[in-house]
């Protein structure tokens, strides 16, 4: 199996802070591989230093097989980058931005224009390929930035929060180029919290808390390892918490202002012991999903 | 140590050129607006100034105050297309767009970008420079063909101050802040310099900062001695300093600029 990226003890530190502490990932060629984690995290720092836009304090990064710190221009000729924040170039039109930013990569003229008539195609951008940038709703920026990010035949597409702030329409249009690309053997590297993204998304993920990953794998064995298949969630009073505490001390359970969620098999049966026992106002038995797993592995504490 | 700093040599290649056409592209777009204020400012100059307080005025040097302007006017230009481009455009694309890091996520570099837009500077003051010596042809105040040098002159002048605005560029935290060096750098050099009357009546410590420490005074002498037809040796010394200043600044903003932007 070849690696894409291959991050060793990779660290970095802001003055006194340490952004990222020691991280160990490889992302295979190919597959789709996601950052998950709260705010500052250390998930764009990562990703950052893997598109060459910030230099490592320590540890080993290739990509590629290459190294980091000597061949960024090699590295940056085969990734197609989509930071968090749009920056198309507002004194262009919809086309000349693919077209001028073509250029960068020694791509000739003619090339660019049909690669950028075949992207814009590709995302639903053509009506608009004179528009003036500032015209494009959201969605349609956030398209246009991935397609400029595709304009070099990228091998690895590296996306940071692709989706953040779009409707749920947009945000499947974007979902769907995504998993097309993957099918055509471009290496994805995304971050994200919307979990939903990364469990339709990802084939592996991490999850990142205060620099340091936390756990590691394929979003379905994350669920099964650390939450189990279901989870009950009971809106009860204190009561219910101890006589919980009291008789199944032994199951994992987790309790934040009145909701109390129980994570284990087969929990039917205390569901309708404590609906029997107790007046419960809510009480939902549910598959388990990716959210649970980071909540209880990134806490409940407000990130900002 | 220090020089190893803020001196350390550019890695420079010819996708400079990239950055360059990009800037260039984005000008042509809007060519006649932009073509307006170097066409239309020696017109309004010369005909105030030149023609209209000049009646009042003495020759200069044997030369009528609208010919002993017009060179000032070339080189004022020159200072204000290098050094506008590079405070507010440059931060304006660093800052507000983004284009630097839309451009430094491809294999162009940061060096590249700093440079390519410098050197976009240095065309600006050449392009503005020349439509000015258009201008100042049809009023017949230029000799010709000496004239014609005022064009590689505005390119090394307009570099020399494209490179001090992107050091400054690189160290304002905001860009209200550029009030700063215009008014404690451009506005003396627009008025101090030689432009609208000789430097030699000033008191002695002033003409001598105004020979040491500012630019435009020597671009001002030599532009004036290519308008008026007169080139001789005595300019070599201005040249010279020009030159070192093209050798000095562009590094170190390229320096700085990479200070400010990667963490």
């Known amino acids: 199996m070849s690696y894409v990226v291959q991050a060793m003890n990779l660290t970095k530190k802001f003055g006194d802070f340490t952004a990222v502490d020691g991280i160990n990932f490889q992302v295979n060629a190919g597959e789709c591989f996601g950052f998950l984690g709260p705010n500052g995290a250390g998930k764009t720092t990562a990703i950052r230093m893997v598109c060459c836009a910030s230099p490592k304090t320590s540890g080993e990064l290739k990509v590629a097989g290459m190294d980091i710190d000597n061949h960024q221009s090699e590295i940056k000729a085969l990734l197609g980058i989509v930071p968090q924040e749009n920056n198309l170039d507002p004194d262009f039109t919809v086309c000349e931005n693919l077209v001028v930013y073509a250029r960068y990569f020694d791509i000739r003229k003619a090339e660019a224009e049909e690669r950028a008539a075949k992207l814009l195609n590709r995302f639903e951008l053509s009506d608009k390929k004179n528009a003036a940038i500032e015209t494009l709703s959201s969605g349609m920026r956030r398209r246009l930035m991935i397609a400029r990010a595709l304009i070099n035949k990228a091998k690895i597409l590296i996306l940071d929060e692709p989706t953040t702030g779009l409707d749920p329409q947009a945000r499947h249009l974007i979902w769907d180029e995504l998993r097309k690309l993957r099918r055509e053997g471009i290496s994805i590297i995304l971050t994200t919290h919307y979990m939903e993204e990364a469990e339709e998304l990802c084939d592996r993920l991490v999850i990142m808390n205060c620099g340091r990953i936390v756990t590691e794998g394929p979003p379905s064995s994350l669920i099964e390892k650390h939450v189990g298949k279901e989870v009950l969630e009971v809106e009860g009073n204190s009561e219910v918490l101890s006589y919980l505490q009291r008789n199944y001390s032994q199951l994992d359970f987790e309790a934040t202002g009145s909701l109390i969620q129980v994570f284990a098999p087969e929990l039917e049966r205390l569901m309708n012991e404590l609906l029997g026992k107790f007046e419960i106002k809510k009480a939902i038995l549910r598959r388990t999903t990716l959210e649970d797993v980071f909540l209880k592995l990134t806490g409940r504490r407000l990130r900002e | ?263």
């Open chain 2, 1 to 263: 140590m220090w020089g190893m700093l803020y001196f350390k040599p550019c890695k420079i290649t010819w996708r400079v050129w990239k950055v360059w056409r990009r800037n260039k592209d984005a000008f042509m777009k809007t060519y006649i607006t932009n073509f307006i204020p170097p066409f239309l400012e020696p017109v309004l100059y010369l005909l105030a100034l030149g023609f209209g307080l000049g009646i009042y005025i003495q020759k200069i040097d044997g030369v009528p105050y609208a010919a002993y302007i017009a060179p000032s006017l070339i080189a004022i230009s020159m200072m204000y297309s290098g050094f506008f481009e590079c405070t507010y455009g440059s931060y304006v694309r660093m800052y507000y767009q983004k284009t630097f890091d839309a451009i430094i996520a491809t294999p162009v570099s940061l060096d590249e970008v700093i440079a390519g837009e410098i050197l976009w500077g240095a065309t600006k003051s050449a392009i503005n420079a020349s439509i000015m010596l258009i201008v100042i042809t049809l009023f017949g105040l230029a000799a010709w063909p000496q004239s014609l040098l005022v064009i590689p002159l505005a390119f090394l002048a307009g570099l020399m101050f494209a490179s001090i605005a992107m050091c400054c560029t690189a160290l304002v935290p905001n860009i209200d802040s550029f009030n700063y060096p215009i008014f404690l750098l451009i506005t003396p050099m627009f008025l101090f310099s030689g432009t609208f009357f000789p430097i030699s009546v000033l008191p002695r410590p002033i003409q001598l900062i105004s020979q040491i420490f500012l630019p435009l005074t020597h671009v001002v002498k030599v532009t004036r001695e290519l308008t008026l037809g007169v080139v001789s040796w005595s300019t070599t010394p201005n040249l010279v300093w020009i030159a070192a200043a093209c050798a000095i600044f562009p590094t170190l903003s390229v320096n700085l600029m990479k200070k400010r932007l990667i963490a």
